[in-house]
């Protein structure tokens, strides 16, 4: 079919017309495009005949290509001689389309074969190139006798040197040794000439020398090595060897050529040189003090660890850096000079220079302040100088810290209000602070280095001079003294002190100062006196206040005693309130009667604090109470209840509160008045019994003679009905008076109650009605699926009747769409869940309608599923998604597999995210033809799926390769 096309002139006009088939104009263009023609398939034919001849022709493809390309060029001029009058346009542009490949491949391999071919020197570069040569044969003949001569001096000079010189082949086999080379090991050259110098080679070395020569390349072809050699007295020394390797002019060497000489007093020497190395790198790591040597260039050259703590730097970081580097930039120049100037001197070999203080710079950028002292000494002939630093930055800051302290004591001791001074021990005044001093209106020169008591403060009197010498020696003696005094100030004002001596002691506990302190307590002492008039006052108030105060205790208490009840009161409403609660939630969150009574009796009598609560029940009869569920309830204990006066009453309808209160008054005033506690509390919702054992059905009860009890109290729980459900009892086995309060908790528990009876009963009627909409559902579904089998076998009568292949297809697809939907009924009636449909089992039964629908072998045919986990729809996502399953497949068994062939069909339905399904049918059949049109195509079957997708409100993809894809994305409905 497509080479059919493709040869065909279709509805194409020819080329002809376009010169409106003027003879003369159609007549040039063939002319010259024949010409053309017969010229561009001469040319290759040239070409080829070149490059036969040529067999030594440089890139001959390039020739080739060239002739294929001049060939195409001319075909495409043949068919634009054809084309004048055959319109075969996909030919010709088929032409053109293989003469472009052609060309453009030709021109890309132009590309790099343009520098080659431009490299390609010419006969006068031959020529020269061919003179250059005779020269250079002519200058190599020349060069090999001057060789031959040069190789006799050589050896000449060679034999005459005292170094070891040998020559070997890779083997290790000598080659050449000089007369030294004999000497040295005690042998002549033809006992070494044609050996391996590995046995005179200490057996430890033997492999790293190896290793070592095996490293020589052509790039560096020349290696170092120093091993140790046995002589042929035995005694081992160390030698040093410059090996040079002779290459054959590729890789691999030909020969070595090595110079020796013996370095055992180096080695000796050297090893000498570490061990005192060592030791001296060990005294400099282990001191603190920063040691570092640098040399006449003022360049580093030993930082020690203790320079590494104090810098910051890492050795590695600053040996071969100037010293200026340590120091701030004002001291760069001065320092310079200094060291200079100090080399000059004649303080030299390790003499130790002026110490003098400078500051150093750390790594960081921050500046220290540091000790330093430098030497020099003179080592092989060069001047070392070595500067030993110290970090004085703790000393400087304890300076400064102490100066300071000693500013603020002065400050602090100077501003005190304390008179505060300092004594020798016998007495003699060494400082004295300004405020003692301005108080007697003199100075410290007046006093000081003089006997305490002779100054102006304690010349008040004899008595206290003496005083004062007497304290003075107590305190010289290690003890602390402590009295008030008067002391004498300014215009003989007098001032009453706190005085107090102090000893200080050194380390022997010897007393080396005395400290003297007084505060001026003149002002305290005047308030003291002022205090104690004031208190006498407040004594006599104390006294009448307490009167007033003991009144309103009284009154106080009185009040607490009231508040105090309230408080219990409303804790006990708010218990029964939280009662209430959780009674309410305890009924929401369980369906089951008796254990809701059970919980409300409890919780009642927990929370009323009683010993007995029950919840009667009305029998069926209607005339009886039942005692039913309780705490601490036995049935034995009161019986059963006849309520035929009160249900009389509640059957007359006299519902009213003045209704019943007149009934009752009536019933009490009969000459037999019987109004058990039943009736009594069915008549008039809520009783409270304060005797029981006055009551009419209790004189006579277990429930009072043995449980002793005294007092009770009954609601009704009501229904949707006049008739109440149940009454619900407390009792006390002590005397209880129970208040209005405590009936409208009881009242509030039996609300409840009548809730959760109320919700049972309206539960009890949905369930019945949801189970008696549910069968009627089932039976909407089955005869739903009955109708649509009745269709389809319809369908099948009638096509069986039709001769027509094409009517009968139509007749098989409209049956498998009914069948289609028909499953997912039949699916929804044997489901327990009449609102959603297992997807996965419904595909399963859908596919095997249409394998056995269309006859199709499953040996050949494969049906692959892949339906993801509990993925359920309803009813109208499943309808739409099982037509266009019925149509994808069907239309896959029809003509995705002609002649039997063998192939797979796959359904896949998964989840995208929260909210949408993915369902993808594909096939690997032959697939659709690739102008193939979704939108507008005339198929049923294409225009039946685009309409489900957009009912689904769907988007539909379409992907044609190898086989068929349909992916089709909906949103997920909630069900």
Known sequence: MILKEFFDSGYFIPHGHCYLWKPELVGLHVVSDALIAIAYYSIPIALIYFVRKRQDLPYPSIFLLFGAFIIACGTTHIMEVWTLWYPTYWLSGSIKVITAIVSLYTALQLVPLIPKALAIPSSAQLEAIN???????????????????????????????????????????????????????????????????????????????????????????????????????????????????????????????????????????EEALRISQARLSGILDIADDAIISVDVTQRITLFNKGAEKIFGYKAIEIIDKPLDVLLPLRYREIHRQHVVGFGWSSNTARRMGDRREIFGLRKDGTEFPAEASISAMELEGEKIFTVFLRDITDRKLAEQALRESERRFRAIFDQTFQFVGLLKPDGTLLEANRSVLDFGAIELTDVVNRPFWEARWWTISKETQARLQEAVAIA????????????????????????????????????????????????????????????????????????????????????????????????????????????????????????????????????????????????RRGDVLQPGPGVSWQRKLLGRATVNFGLRILDFGLQSAEERSKAIESEKQSPNPKLPQADSTLLSHSEIFSDLSAEVGFGDSPLVGDREVHSGMSVVVEQSTNLPFVVLEVYAAKERIFTQDDVYFLQAIANVLSSAIVRQQAQEQIQASLKEKEVLLKEIHHRVKNNLQVISSLLGLQYRTIQDKQTIDIFQESQNRVRSMALIHENLYRSKELSKIDFAEYIRGLTINLFRSYQTNSNNVTLITEIGQNIFLDVDTAVPCGLIINEIVSNSLKYAFPKEEKGKIYIKLNPVDEHHLQMIVSDDGVGLPANFDLKNSNSLGIKLVNGLVNQLRGKLDLKIGKGTEFKITFAKAKI
């Not at 170092?224 to 005694?235: C, L, S």
Request: glycine share 4%.
């Open 476 to 619: 010289a003696a290690g003890n602390f003294v402590r009295y008030e005094v008067d002391i004498l100030g300014v215009g003989n004002t007098v001032a009453t002190i706190d005085f107090s001596l102090k000893p200080v002691k050194n380390d022997s506990q010897e007393v080396v100062l005395l400290i003297p302190e007084g505060r001026d307590i003149s002002d305290r002492k005047q308030a003291e006196a002022a205090l104690q008039k004031a208190y006498d006052d407040l004594e006599i108030r104390v006294r009448e206040r307490t009167k007033e105060l003991a009144k309103a205790n009284e009154e106080l208490q009185t009040e607490i005693a009231y508040r105090v009840r309230v408080e219990a009161e409303l804790e006990i409403r708010i218990r029964q309130q939280a009662a209430v609660a959780e009674l309410g939630q305890q009924a929401l969150a369980h369906n089951d009667l008796s254990s809701i009574f059970n919980q409300a009796c409890a919780i009642t009598a927990q929370t009323l604090e009683v010993e007995y609560c029950t919840v009667l029940e009305i029998l």
């Open 131 to 269: 003179r250059n040569l005779e020269d250079q044969i002519q200058e190599r003949l020349r060069v090999e006798e001057a060789l031959r001569q040069s190789e006799a001096r050589y050896r000449a000079i060679v034999e005459d040197q005292t170094e070891l010189i040998c020559r070997f082949l890779p083997d290790n086999t000598f080659i050449f040794v000089n007369q030294a080379y004999c000497s040295y090991f005690g042998k002549t050259q033809a006992e070494l000439i044609g050996h391996s110098f590995a046995p005179i080679i200490f057996q430890e070395d033997l492999r790293q020398i190896e290793n070592q020569l095996s490293t020589i390349t052509l790039e560096n072809p020349v290696t170092t090595i120093e091993n140790r050699i046995v002589r042929p007295n035995g005694e081992i020394r160390y030698q040093q060897w410059i090996n040079r390797a002779i290459f054959d002019g590729q890789i691999y060497p030909i020969e070595f050529q090595a110079v020796g000489r013996d370095i055992t007093e180096l080695k000796r020497t």
